[in-house]
C-alpha cells in the first residue's frame, strides 16, 4: 500500500515537473484551467461568497454538461466547465445569480453543440454565450458592487456618465478592488494568467500588440487618458485570455494582426457612443464569431465538391424522414 501511494506521488510530481518545464505539452483544457486560476482567487479574495457561488454554478453546469455528453455518447475535446467559467466571470458582482446560472448553462450547451457539430470551429463559447444573454437582456448581468456591497458602476461606465467621480486611482484598477465583473476586476491577476498563457506558448502577442494599436486610434482621437482607458482586468480578460488564444485565432498570418486591430479598434470606439466595458466583450465575442464563419466560408469555397456532397447527404435523408412509410405487399402463404 506504502509503495502505490509512493508511486503516485512519484508520478504526480513528474507530471508537474514536465507542466512546469514544457507546458506546451500539456492538454489545452489544463492550460486554460490554470490561466483562470488567478481571476477566480481574486474575485474570490474581493467578492468573498459571490464568487464562490458563481464559480460552484460553473462547475455545476459543466459537470452536468458531461453527464449529458456521457448519456448521449458525444465525444468532447475539451471540457464544458472552461467555458462555464469564461462566461460567468464576466456576470456584474451585483447581478443575480440567476443571470450566472443562464450564461453558465448556455456556455455549456454551446460547448456541446460545438463538439457535436462544428468540432473544428476554435471559438471561447463562455464569452459568446455572456454576450447573447447579455444582448436579449439589455441590462440582465451587468449590475454592479464595490467589494464592500455598494452598488456603484464599474469604472468605464462611471466615467461616461459622472466624469467628476473618475477617474479611479490606478493601483485600484490595477489591483481591483472596484466595481465590476465578479471575477475580472484584477488586471493584476488577468496579467498572472496571461503570463502564463504567454509561456505555454498559447498567447499571440502580436494579437495583443495589434489590438492596443487598434485600441490607442480613438483614444488618441479623443484625447483620453490611455491609461485609464486601457488599465481595466475585464479587457485584458477579453483580449489577453480570448481573443489572443492561439487554439482560437486564424492560421492566416494576416488574419491574426487584423483580428486584433479590428477587434481594439471598435472595443474602444464604442466608447465614443456611450457604450462602457460590456461593449469590449460583446466585440471579442463578435470578432470570434465573425472569424469562425469567415474560416467556414473559405473551406467551403476550396471544398466545393465535398459540400455538395453533404448537402445532397442532407437532403437525402430529409427527404427519408419526411415521406410516409408504405407498408409491405402480405407475402402468399407457402
Not at 507542466?19 to 488567478?38: I, N, R
Not at 481595466?232 to 481573443?243: D, T
Not at 442532407?314 to 402480405?330: E, N
Request: aromatic share 6%; glycine share 8%; hydrophobic share 55%.
Amino acid at each position: 500500500m506504502t509503495g502505490q501511494v509512493f508511486a503516485a506521488v512519484h508520478s504526480t510530481l513528474g507530471w508537474l515537473k514536465r507542466l512546469g518545464v514544457e507546458p506546451e505539452s500539456a492538454p489545452p483544457s489544463v492550460v486554460a484551467g490554470l490561466a483562470l486560476a488567478p481571476p477566480v482567487i481574486a474575485g474570490v479574495i474581493f467578492f468573498h461568497l459571490t464568487a464562490l457561488e458563481v464559480v460552484g454554478i460553473a462547475i455545476a453546469a459543466g459537470l452536468a454538461a458531461h453527464l449529458a455528453a456521457r448519456l448521449l455518447d458525444q465525444p468532447l475535446d475539451g471540457t464544458p466547465l472552461l467555458p462555464a467559467l469564461v462566461g460567468v466571470a464576466m456576470v456584474g458582482s451585483g447581478a443575480s445569480l440567476v443571470w450566472a446560472a443562464a450564461v453558465a448553462v448556455a456556455a455549456a450547451v454551446f460547448e456541446l453543440a460545438r463538439a457535436r457539430f462544428v468540432p473544428s470551429a476554435r471559438l471561447q463559447v463562455g464569452l459568446v454565450a455572456y454576450a447573447l444573454v447579455l444582448l436579449l437582456s439589455r441590462t440582465g448581468p451587468t449590475e454592479y458592487v464595490t467589494p464592500s456591497g455598494v452598488p456603484m458602476p464599474e469604472p468605464i461606465r462611471l466615467w461616461l456618465t459622472d466624469p467628476s467621480q473618475a477617474p479611479v486611482d490606478m493601483v485600484r484598477l490595477y489591483v481591483g478592488n472596484v466595481a465590476g465583473p465578479v471575477l475580472t476586476t484584477s488586471m493584476l491577476a488577468v496579467a498572472i494568467g496571461a503570463a502564463w498563457m504567454w509561456y505555454s506558448r498559447r498567447l499571440s502577442l502580436l494579437v495583443v500588440f495589434t489590438f492596443l494599436i487598434g485600441a490607442m486610434i480613438p483614444i488618441v482621437v479623443e484625447r483620453w487618458s490611455a491609461g485609464y482607458q486601457l488599465d481595466s482586468g475585464p479587457l485584458w480578460f477579453a483580449v489577453a485570455l480570448v481573443l489572443a488564444d492561439r487554439r482560437t485565432l486564424p492560421a492566416s498570418q494576416l488574419g491574426r494582426p487584423l483580428v486584433g486591430l479590428l477587434a481594439g479598434l471598435l472595443a474602444l470606439g464604442a466608447r465614443t457612443r456611450g457604450f462602457a466595458i460590456e461593449a469590449t466583450l460583446v466585440v471579442v465575442a463578435g470578432t470570434q464569431v465573425m472569424t469562425v464563419v469567415f474560416q467556414g466560408l473559405t473551406w467551403v469555397r476550396h471544398n466545393g465538391e465535398e459540400t455538395r456532397a453533404r448537402l445532397r447527404e442532407l437532403r437525402d435523408a430529409l427527404r427519408t424522414v419526411g415521406r410516409p412509410s408504405r407498408a409491405r405487399p402480405a407475402q402468399p402463404p407457402s
